[in-house]
């Protein structure tokens, strides 16, 4: 059951020219979040919809989230300070299942955050492989190296780690380091897709944790619904953001 709680911000903290990181004092909605879930914020008093931003740690009481600004939304939530307070709805949507011995994460982008709560949480080995624009872009480093028992970066201008997609480096990966339990994925779709399509040709089980629209976020509305491998549609929000990348119809065009 979804909690709605003011939350006072402990640390406001400017990652990057780009990224903003936020913890909160959350309560029990922190004790209730897992990795891959998501909480709905809302961005003042002018603005109906909430805006869903990932759990990207959990720290005691406190819940982690780490976001861009992409609009006047996410600007408005870049400027809150400590002491001021968030109204938050969560965690809200399905997880990640972490079973497995060895475990290999992808992030790209605004989709880095999410996995490494998910890398903290592993029963196993964690293996961590995030690709971003540039390395101006790049985000949480020394978190996940923390984190994660092997991580690789790349960009696609070569700036930091390895030049080109992070696809390449997962490739490499699951060639050349041994079999994986399992593979999860966050980030924008087609990377998802390479992923997904990795993880079929080496008989690996993959989630994928979907980047949508969200009205609502309870599945109310239909703004973030994705079409399944069975010509449904699912909503997002309510069934995902994480998925079985089976279950995805990685060729329909998005609503």
Known sequence: MPIQRLCPIVRAQRLSTFAFSLLLSAGPLAAAALPGQFVHVKCGEGRLLRRPVSVCNVEGECLRIVFEVRGEGTRWLSERREGETLDLLGPLGNGF?????????????IGAPPMLYAAGMARGESHVFLGFRDAAHAML??????????????????????????????SHALAHKGKYSAILACGPRPLLRAVAHLAGLHGIPCQVSMEERMGCGVGACLVCACKTADGQYRHVCKHGPVFDALEVDWDAQQL
């Open 141 to 170: 480093l020394p978190d996940f190296e923390r984190a994660a028992d092997f991580l690789a970066v790349s960009t696609d201008d070569g700036s930091l780690g390895e030049r080109g997609p992070v696809s390449v480096q997962v």
């Open 97 to 109: 299942d972490l079973t497995g011995d060895r475990l290999l994460l992808v992030g790209g982008g």
